[in-house]
């Protein structure tokens, strides 16, 4: 079976499958690596004045590396326009555009910072590896953890916007809760036990607003936890629960089960059909 | 069945079983959202000089769908007195009365964040929606571990009001713990792990004090969360493990389970057994 | 059955069974909250210039509680000599004695905090409640993960060590690190989260190292709450597998059991023998 | 069957089988904290200049006493050259090297501090003790739990260099954020709700973002958290699920059974069948 060019460069570009194709996500991420780190070191001034140069001209080959990557993208694509408009399309563009504006326009230079959102590269190259049942599984007890994520953060949020309008009547602008938004940075900051320090209540009664706000984040924590906590307790559980009855085809029953649950067939044993 | 006028109203307020009902209550939830984002903004010193007017006029048109939103109620109630009398009623109106009490005192202003407590309304819709037993099953297993959660908090203040006293004798003013109750918001904020650091030890002793607060603090957060999460693997659970086979008596069948996973004979279905 | 009037007082002060011994536990705690709260308020400067003379004879009333209460004590006790050595008589006698010696010497007073460790009688009134069985089944999920936790202790000790007398070392004295054990303060600090900012790494080096300190103390957070979370699954699942096997009276029988693990007799079903 | 003293010496120094072995290992233990100790009070300024002499005489002690524990190592290892390339024969080494070099040269004396990792020979003492399952069985839980370990701190790594680059471009140097490993440090320090507060973002954006980040933070904590939770509780549950029944299959027994839950049949012992 005869390939096209464009085809084989296709299936090393975007497929995981073949060795190459393996081979070139891993460079990829490489190249994105140093990258990064070009754009991270031209950023500390002392470095800057040493190596200028040097970074400029690194900086200029993995340019060249990701707009030649860009093209051939465009080109071996089997949909070029559905590609463009995906979400690693544009991050693809965007993470070279501030490097060729440059040229033209001053400036332009530090948007190249979007170029860390490739980064997100990674969890592609993840997926050939052995990490993958192990991401997937997280993924999954995440997911149907979600609506008790949501109903969690929106309480979480309704208490965030509360105690911040009340602080700010509390403390006022004199004490650094200048405005209501603030205050309710200050609260989510508070909440979240993270507790920077810039803003911090000084009336008595502030003080003791905030320690019932700090009681109740460190308990509240206790929520999102037991969540995860529980989906993934089930999650791993259901992992050793997966015997397929020659009858039906049903799964997923338990470890003691001899009997199928659905059509009431004898079981074959855990030791024969699994991990 | 013909309704009266104030039925249907009552029915559309009150109510979230018709679409009317649903309806009202979104809408609701924007125009208080609305609100909340004028007086924030409005407590923004730049945004304020530049669009008050505009705000203050948002102000009043907020007001008066709140004002008119009250009086509906109270005509609609099927008891008003005891809707004014409730947590909702006096929220209700203590979050109108601010703004109309403005054209004749001035500070009152202020208070209007009293309407932050409004948001909670979104409780409300929330059950409505999909959340609904999510909801229900996180506050069954906050509700079920409420005893074991009052013993931690009462333990922990037992903590703070111990350290907060020493901490005062061995640090003094001197060092910012100018009294006790001062110490005490101290200890809070240390064993929450927040620490501001407006308030910090000095003295080699009151560190090491310190040490021994924070690493129990830190083991002691283990507590609440250990208490959610054995409830919510317990709740979830005990959803699969309703239904006894009538031949073997056995339990734990799971929830999609039509035969016994013992002796193979058909299982009563989840509704004749129970929820 | 006649009892003498110390066995009485006895019965009253030290016993939790009687009525008259359970209102006596908890006015003891009321008198001991309102000596803390006077003792706190005595410590705020404007609050004593204020009401100081209030406070001072709030004070002696307190005081003169708890030495009638101390003497009562003392003459019912069944084994005075044993009182007064256990840990709740030492503290009951330092909890009176600083303001009787304020009369002679000058500067006792602030030795009066020591009274806060009175309020560790608050668990004896717990005792009595119904968050008994809570308490207990909090205190054996603790015991039994205590190997597990010392040997987490221990290790969090270890990596404090090492990276304290490292960070000594890279960011030195004039970055605000110094001395060995002070670095070691930063390290808790960092390692439990509370990170207070009044020392902060300076250095690139440092920074990293202490990136690398967050990230394993994120991470290490786990592991006490994993220990005591599977604790107090276990737990909460014992409780409810209590049958007793009317042959050989062994308890301890799993939910779906129907003989009796150690003699194979059939067991009573769970509806009959409670909750 | 004589032994040689080489033997000898190496039993109870490489040992912990015998109580010589025990002792020796605890001993050793001891010396090493006295180090420590030493190493960190002459790091303190005041008690330095009072006790230096004292101190720099028992730093000599303890470096004669692991000079020659060395050196007795060296001569009784089973491969002496072994000994000296594994990871506590370099740590030994380079614990007693800085002291004798500081007779040689100046400023050696600080790298003493590399003393500190000879405290990882705790971990050795306690396989001797009672806490040994419990180590081996956190251990194992660890371990097991690495890849999504692996997985869950990618993902916090990703987002950390998308948040510093992100916030480097919208705070900007005048808001403390000079540089974009700066930003990411402070992304770390943000992310593990630790909140140093010497970096925070000053604009509304910045303040918005950040909020994002701690809310993400508060939450992704979970992660880690469930997936120790769920390892320990299987692990010590798989503890009681090891023995299957003869007569019936049924597994799921507890560790105490001796006879089988459903059917009553004698099971067999848990030594035969494996732990």
Redesign the interface.
Known sequence: MAFTMRETVRSVIFGTETFAGKLFDVALIGVIFVG?CV???E???SIESNYGDTLRILEWVVTAIFTIEYLLRLWSAAHPAAYARSFFGVVDLLSILPTWAGLVFTGTQ??V?I???R??R??RV?KLA??SR??S??AR??RSSR????????S?L?AV??V???M??IEGPENGF?????A??WA???M???????I?PQT?VG??M??VL??M???V?????????????????DHHERRECLGCGAR???????????????LP?GRETGS
Not at 178 to 182: A, D, N, R, V
Not at 192 to 198: E, H, K, P, R
Not at 221 to 237: D, K, Q
């Open positions: 990064l754009v991270s070191l950023s500390v001034d530090s948007l910072v170029r860390a959102l980064i997100l990674i969890f993840l052995q990490f192990e991401a599984q997280l007890a995440l609506p008790k994520i949501i109903v969690f953060v929106g979480v309704c916007i509360i911040g309008a009340l700010h009547l200048h405005s209501i938004p603030l309710m940075y989510i900051v508070t979240t036990t993270v507790g920077y320090g810039d911090a008595p003080q003791a905030a320690s700090m009681i984040g460190y308990g924590i206790a929520v999102p936890t037991g969540i995860v906590s529980a989906e993934l307790v089930h999650a791993s559980r997923d029953h338990e470890s003691d089960a001899r009997h199928c649950k659905l059509c009431g067939r004898a044993s």
